[in-house]
């Protein structure tokens, strides 16, 4: 692919994302409540987690700040995979109301057409991921824990996390094709292990931190990356292997998304 | 050649669903389809310029073999190329070339007035915005878009959309146009002016066009080429005329008299365009071809053996037809 291609492409795609943007606005109450909405689960979901470290203050050696990295850490690379990416996760709907038709009839790759059919600023998610990684952070700096370059280790953690997240949502909806209904899959994949990774995974028996770790690498999206980045465990090739993993993933989601549209069975009209 | 469809199969394996608890991931890993066979071993050609019909029963198999010339769907075999394009080896390449429209669903902004999905649109296809300027006033004058620029698409009625639609279809000026049900749902005046644009983009453009319709009167006025396809198969691919011979259309009219009526005798009806089928008590029926005489014109001339009590016709459904001409 070549650079000029690349710099079309993301120009059609900012122009698709400014369309939806505007189309959305056309709703402007829907949007409002909406992000209201999202606040409010973001404010209860952060509750909730205080209210665990709280209680139970460090969990297996893990300190309350280390803990709070892990949660903020997961929630920033969701909100990167999601804002961008969400009608990756909702592919369902075009599933089974044959709208992919349309997409595939565009002269620019699926998912280029896809993603940008939504556009979800969510700022209750950005806000409540900041704040507690700032507290964490901030606090693990004033200890001595760890040093001003984890800032930007942390940046580059969010984003190959975001890349994990993103290929698993990919292949997860790519079954889809097979399978039409995906809500319960993702269910597993996406919320569950997620869910289970804002945890140290030390927490969890072998078999289970194993299969969050190599059959759905959620735990490289912040645990991994950790056990260096905040406690000097393993070594920094750690931060290379997490990278190596995201690409690896990439590769593999787009792959297997090639593969499963050739199986798209459309709706009869 | 325009199109080149090479025993085309395709097959629809659907799992079957399980009921009740995680019913979405057991039928993930359940090993039970359903078959449906909807395409199979499809074959023909289309060249430049022409016109093509494409018709059929509901569930025949119409709508998938448009999805897979188009690229949408891939064959279960076969091979496809769209202006020398294999569509499902080079997806983007293919659609560059040709135009799609689906009567049920629009390629348009919903939530955007009409002349905004034509800037995206040129921008993906990459038109210039003079081609752009030229083509859309070349459309707006002939599908009268002006009148409705600036509204939003879910605001159109269905007529104007299906205009707006066949214009944004056209945009980059492709060689090859897919319709699939254009007229589905229109008023006669609506169905009159998009079958008099259609008309133009084939006849004054060279513009090769294949449409699939309900409507037997697109096929008469529109197409120089029919095919039928039945369960799958393609059942008649020719002329109109020589169709119409084959299928002929019959409508059956009974007619009551009330009192005396005199059926003319034989030498006088055999120049007429409808023939006696049966007289029973004070009921005579006719058969006509509809497309020789009309309706009103055998009132007439039945009304003149005396006088009418009742009439009742019997259209043949187009679907019966079609069936019962697969059949044969």
Redesign the interface.
Known sequence: MNLAKLRSWLRLYGLLVRTTIRSRMQYKFNFVVGTLLAALVQISEFLMVAIVLDRFGAIRGWSVHEIGYLFAVMTLSKTIYRTFADEVHHLEKYLVGGELDQLLTRPMPVLLALMPQKFRLMPAELLQGGFILSWALGSMMRTGQVGWTAVIATLFIILTGAVILFSIGLATATLGFWTTRIVELQNITEDAARTAAQYPLTLYPKWMSSLLLFAIPVGFVNYMPSLYLLRGEVGPWVLAVTAGVAVICIFASLRFWRYGITKYQSTGS | MMIEAHNLTKD?K??VVREGR????R??FSREYRLKEAVRDISFQVERGEFVGYIGPN?AGK?TTI?ML?????PTSGEVRVGGVNP?RD???A??QLG?V?G??S?L????PVK?SYD?LA????VSGAEKTQRLDQFAELLDLREFWLT?VRKLSLGQRMRADIAAAMLHDPDLLFL??PTIGLDVHAKRNIRQFLSQLNRDFGKTILLTTHDMDDIEQLCSRVMVIDQGQLTYDGTIPTLREQIGLPTEIRVKFRGPFRVPEETEVERLPYRVTGIEDDTVVVEANRHEIGTMEIIRALSEWGDIDDVDMAEPAFEEVIRSFSAS
């Open positions: 629809f659907t799992p995680f019913s979405g991931l039928t993930l569930g709508s999805k188009t690229g949408i769907l891939h499902h997806r983007r390449q659609v560059r799609v689906f049920q669903r390629q902004w919903w939530d955007l905004d995206i921008e993906m296809y990459g939003p699939d049900e």
